[in-house]
């Protein structure tokens, strides 16, 4: 497809275990995004890959999170013993490296439920 | 510190009626302002995005925003409101250059009665 596709739309997992989340973005768009949307804190940044430079992990919220793209195209969030306070929405967006192109394009997102 | 302010957390307006979303922002450079759109289960899709030039943007769906450097402004209007407008909205602001992490405002959710 022409867009941004992340699976799994939904996730349940138990208190402890670790989850995946996987982003595709758009053909040819080098630089890629997670973001958080939870009920407390709304949308955060939470890391960001751009070619072949270290990723910017600045969002992070903790150790148990950490992300991976693999040949600057597909990205795997991973989340390490999970706790409630992960259940959230995560988003993946893309952006070209075109010059002066800013605007982002979001994935639905994954709904993680920790239960 | 570099943020965004929705001042309204909620807005319910009738269907037909003109609908204003107040946004500012803080940030130290030439910020670039967006605004997004989330309908209930869905991803969220750019309205219109501020980077430079004329300060009154047109968007998609019969959106526009003006951008205010003095008031550090950049709201989102619509003369007419449809019920499908119903939806949160987001604005967002993002630096110059290549990097573009964008810093969300909590979002207004807007409700159109008929």
């Known amino acids: 497809g022409a867009g941004v596709s992340q699976s799994p739309s939904n996730k349940v997992t138990e208190k402890g275990k670790d989850v995946e989340l996987r982003c595709d973005p758009i053909?040819?768009?080098?630089?890629l995004y997670w973001y958080r949307q939870s009920l407390g804190q709304g949308l955060e940044f939470l890391i960001y890959f751009q070619g072949n430079s270290a990723p910017d992990k600045s969002g992070l919220p903790s150790d148990r999170f950490s992300a991976e793209r693999t040949g600057g195209s597909v990205s795997t969030l991973t989340i390490q013993r999970t706790q409630q306070e992960d259940s959230a929405v995560y988003l993946c967006?893309?952006?070209?490296?075109?010059?002066?192109?800013?605007?982002?394009?979001f994935g639905p997102g994954t709904r993680l439920t920790v239960l | 510190a570099q943020s965004v302010t929705q001042p309204d957390i909620h807005i319910t307006v009738s269907e037909g009626a003109s609908l204003e979303l107040r946004c500012n922002y803080s940030y130290g450079a030439t910020p670039y302002l967006f605004w997004y759109v989330q309908s209930p289960g869905q991803g969220l899709q750019l309205l219109l995005k501020y980077f430079s030039g004329d300060t009154l943007v047109q968007g998609i769906k019969g959106f526009e925003a003006e951008f205010k450097r003095s008031q550090s402004s950049f709201n989102l209007r619509k003369p007419s409101v449809h019920w499908s407008d119903a939806a949160e909205y987001f604005c967002?602001?993002?630096?110059?250059?290549?990097?573009?992490?964008?810093?969300f405002g909590a979002g207004t959710r807007l409700a159109v009665h008929p």
């Open positions: 967002a602001v993002g630096g110059t250059g290549g990097y573009n992490k964008l810093i």
């Open positions: 967006a893309s952006r070209s490296s075109g010059r002066g192109n800013n605007e982002q394009f």
């Open positions: 053909s040819g768009h080098t630089a």
